[in-house]
């Protein structure tokens, strides 16, 4: 039977050198129940180290998390690359290591920490999780699609790291299953501000950094489970799956 989930798809945790340390697997559990949220997904900054952990919590909760991660392309656009299971997005980890110059500067960029489902901290990624890959934004989605995941554009509305803002539009042949819409604009004044893309499936997300964050930003999808299936029949609007814009 079809749901409304409340869905945020764009969570980030410490691991990520622009967010807090609050941002460490149980609090953002804890947070995103708190919220009555129904399916999260956790994307990091060009890694994955902490999203075994937010999985692990979640067990036996009312809240499903996809694996994820904000993957920055060579074109410095950001995107989402989410999957149904974690042996896949760690395929993809693979991949994204092996295109990812660069040591982190923690007195620039902050610590980018990894922290275990006892709250303990494991250690540091060291590598430049701000950087961009080496692969074009096409490249990334081929990598992503080939591992039956779903690439969604991020924060198209912001004026830096956007598909647009980068590259000045959203091209028909970039295959993205979905574009993000910034809580601050949201998707009705999205869809206002750019008309041009209305064949596409928007969604709002909180793109949280900070604990205040979590719940700011979601979107109402229609499903029968959290499950990147049933996502791409909602962003596709097939068999009466669909986005409560």
Do not use: W
Not at 177 to 200: V, Y
């Amino acid at each position: 039977m079809l749901r409304a989930f409340r869905c945020d798809l764009h969570v980030h945790t410490c691991l990520s050198p622009c967010a807090e340390f609050d941002m460490y697997p149980r609090a953002l559990i804890d947070k995103c129940i708190s919220e009555k949220l129904d399916m999260i997904a956790i994307c990091d900054h060009n890694a994955s180290e902490n999203v075994k952990y937010v999985l692990q919590l979640a067990e036996g909760k009312p809240l499903t998390v996809l694996p994820g991660m904000e993957v920055t392309s060579r074109e410095e656009v950001h995107l989402l690359a989410l999957f149904d299971r974690l042996d896949l997005l760690l395929q993809f980890q693979t991949v994204v290591y092996h295109h990812l110059p660069g040591q982190n500067d923690e007195n620039l960029f902050g610590c980018q920490v990894i922290v275990n489902e006892r709250d303990e901290v494991e250690g540091m990624n060291q590598r430049l999780l701000i950087g961009a890959t080496q692969m074009s934004l096409q490249e990334i989605i081929d990598q992503i699609h080939a591992l039956g995941g779903l690439a969604i554009a991020c924060h198209i509305d912001r004026d830096s790291y956007s598909v647009i803002s980068q590259l000045g539009f959203v091209d028909d042949g970039i295959p993205f299953d979905a574009l993000e819409i910034s809580h601050s604009t949201g998707i009705k004044r999205g869809r206002l501000r750019f008309p041009e893309l209305s064949a596409r499936p928007f969604i709002e997300s909180s793109d949280a950094h900070f604990i205040r964050d979590i719940g700011q930003g979601f979107t109402e999808i229609f499903l029968e489970a959290g499950t990147i299936s049933e996502l791409k029949m909602a962003f596709e609007k097939m068999r009466g799956r669909y986005i409560r814009e």
